[in-house]
């Protein structure tokens, strides 16, 4: 007793077959690729990080904390530090609020303030420097008024903390706007019937359904806010001990050729980064594990 395929079977495996070819490399390509995508990776991510970390220990961990804790390090490091607590929940908050507005509302202007949103991403932050120059510096357009009244924007504090928030704007916002878009208006309607508040609402129903993106928008928002170098150069005057952010102390070590001392700040630096990215990496992988829980249900 023979066996046979019948035509249309064998015709629909002869085409799976040739779907899998055409989709399929070879594996010495795919080895390839992937050779190229982890040599880059070494090149330009780890051995610039390898190469910081043994020039910050290469003398010693005395001579490491000596760097990191002599009185300009340390007020670098406290005004990095000082700034990222002020700028993050203040861009967490309009975050919270522009996405709210925008994915829950209706009204004319959305385009427009989407664009605006965008802004710092389409400016160059030496650009963005410049401007709050022109704006208040002393011969600035509100420099009379602000001289007038004892107030110190540009080279001081206040406008490096303007500058970061400026150019860190977007990250909470653009991280809620599609997934609360995602995930409609339906449940606050129906906690607004059950005679819920506005802020009941909100912190019951939306914030639970955001708050890994929230947390994932902080992180991008936080490691930013850390590293921002070309406008707050531009706005903090450089002044050593007083408006040196971390990024800037590097600079000026590094130009006095002090390299021990530069690559003993950078792996502070650096050391905040690796956290950061840990704790993201930890955010991506709950949503993902979330979102794997959810659909099997």
């Known amino acids: 007793m023979s066996s046979s395929i019948p035509a249309n079977t064998a015709l629909t495996l002869d085409r799976a077959g040739s779907w899998k070819r055409a989709t399929e490399e070879p594996d010495w390509v795919r080895l390839s690729l992937i050779a190229l995508a982890l040599s880059f990776l070494a090149l330009f991510l780890v051995l610039p990080l390898l190469v910081v970390l043994y020039g910050a220990f290469e003398q010693g961990l005395q001579v490491w904390y000596a760097a990191v ?51 710092p991403f389409a400016i160059s932050p030496v650009v963005v420097g ?29 406008g490096i903390v303007i500058v970061i928030a400026f150019g860190t704007l977007p990250f909470v916002a653009r991280e809620l706007i599609p997934l609360m878009q995602q995930q409609g208006k339906q449940e606050e309607e129906a906690s607004l019937t059950l005679g819920a508040s506005g802020w009941k609402t909100f912190w019951y129903v939306t ?91």
């Not at 991008?220 to 007083?242: K, P």
Request: glycine letters at 8%; proline letters at 4%; aromatic letters at 10%.
């Open 130 to 158: 410049l401007i709050f120059v022109i704006l208040f510096g002393s011969q600035g357009w509100l420099g009379d008024w602000l001289s007038a009244h004892n107030l110190r924007i540009i080279f001081a504090v206040p």
């Open 69 to 119: 804790t002599e009185p300009d390090a340390a007020h670098a490091i406290r005004l990095t530090l000082l700034v990222v607590v002020i700028v993050v929940p203040i861009n967490m908050v309009f975050g919270v609020a522009i996405a709210w507005a925008i994915a829950k509302f209706e009204f004319r202007g959305k385009p427009l303030l989407l664009a605006v949103i965008d802004l």
């Open 207 to 297: 914030l639970p359904n955001i708050k890994w993106g929230l947390i994932y928008g902080v992180i991008l928002c936080n490691a930013r806010a850390m590293g921002e170098f070309g406008a707050v150069a531009i706005v903090s005057g450089r002044i050593r001990g007083e408006t040196n952010t971390m990024p800037l102390h590097i600079e000026v070590l590094y130009n006095e050729y002090m390299f021990t001392a530069a690559f003993a700040v950078s792996s502070i630096l650096t050391g905040l980064a690796l956290v950061t990215i840990a704790v993201k990496s930890f955010v991506e992988w709950h949503e993902q594990r979330s979102g794997e829980t959810g659909s099997s249900h």
